[in-house]
């Protein structure tokens, strides 16, 4: 007999099989999003009640004090979705279950469903809830900072003629990357780095400037941290925002002895994105990186990924 009752947070990671024991028809994933929702706590958007009531022949909440409807679906990225829950709950498993990355058109595949557009905008919503996810923490300690470039498609830019090469193409994505860095403690390093990686962060960024590197590290790097960049002028202010900057010269022969863990995470993210998607548009590759760094942050978690994946995709507020 199926399993209507999965429990969030579960210890165990799921595999395909298992999904599909947990999650059998819609019904079942309508128990779970319920039992979610509930336990994260439901504010309603009218006068701010927290008290509701569930109403089972609608499949809704009704706020007990104005009275107001909100349905499941209701301030989470499956808000105005069309797609049948089960859809968004197997897009969120596939998504995660693995490593490697999963594009649409497999997705598509997988799920059976008929049109692409939706399959590809679910995707790029879960992608969304896993960047607002990680923009919450900070990196601490040592810090890995570096900068590189993404080859990006846009067909109207790409209609014009004699467009600029090299730094700044428009054929390229300025991307800034932070990776936490720690000294690594073991005496066998053998196929081993010299450290030991952490969290990481890649952002998108319209200019490489002094000013635009420093209101995102601002955000992302806690203030007691040190950073360890190469000779760019850009990062020249870093000094005064984290209590050490060690700016360092570094040869491009030198650069993966150097920053080791920030360019083994720019070349795993560029394989990764060219070898699945081929090419990507550059409003969406944020998405893309978010994606990646949230599989990277979580890739000793004992707990499945589907779990938090949920629990991102349930509690931020998207209305």
Same mark, same amino acid.
């Not at 958007?45 to 701010?48: D, I």
């Not at 990186?289 to 990646?292: A, R």
């Given at each position: 007999m199926p399993n209507f009752d999965y429990q969030l947070n579960s210890k165990a990671k799921m595999n395909l099989l298992e999904f599909n024991d947990y999650f059998p028809t819609e019904e079942s994933c309508q128990l779970h999003m319920r039992k979610g /929702? &509930? #336990?994260a706590g439901i504010t309603c *958007? /009218?006068? #701010?009640g927290t008290k509701h009531y569930w109403v089972n022949s609608l499949l809704r909440w009704e706020c007990a004090g104005c009275k107001a409807c909100m349905t499941l679906k209701s301030g989470t990225i499956m808000e105005k979705s069309h797609l049948p829950l089960r859809i968004w709950y197997m897009g969120i498993h596939l998504m995660t279950a693995t490593k490697k990355n999963i594009s649409a058109l497999e997705m598509q595949r997988q799920t059976k469903w008929k049109r692409y557009e939706p399959i590809w905008y679910m995707m790029h919503k879960i992608r969304a809830s896993m960047g607002k996810r990680d923009s919450r923490y900070q990196l601490k300690n040592a810090v890995e900072a570096d900068d590189a470039f993404f080859e990006v498609v846009d067909l109207e830019r %790409? *209609? %014009?003629k004699g467009l600029k090469r090299g730094r700044g193409s428009e054929k390229q994505a300025s991307v800034l990357i932070m990776v936490e860095s720690a000294p690594n403690p073991s005496q066998d390093k053998v196929y081993k780095k010299d450290r030991v990686i952490g969290y990481a962060k890649m952002l998108v960024m319209n200019k490489l400037k002094a000013k635009d590197i420093d209101q995102e590290v601002e955000l992302a790097i806690h203030p007691e941290s040190t950073v360890l960049t190469d000779g760019y002028k850009g990062y020249a202010g870093l000094h005064d925002i984290v209590s050490d900057h060690v700016p360092m010269i570094v040869l491009p022969k030198e650069a993966s002895i150097m920053l080791p863990w920030a360019h083994t995470v720019i070349s795993n993210a560029k394989r990764g994105l060219l070898g699945i998607h081929h090419s990507i548009g550059k409003e969406y590759l944020q998405n893309y990186?978010? &994606?990646?760094c949230y599989k990277l942050n979580r890739r000793y978690f004992k707990a499945d990924l589907f779990d938090r994946a949920i629990v991102a995709a349930i509690s931020d507020v998207w209305y």
């Open positions: /929702r &509930e #336990g *958007k /009218r006068c #701010g %790409d *209609k %014009d990186l978010s &994606e990646f």
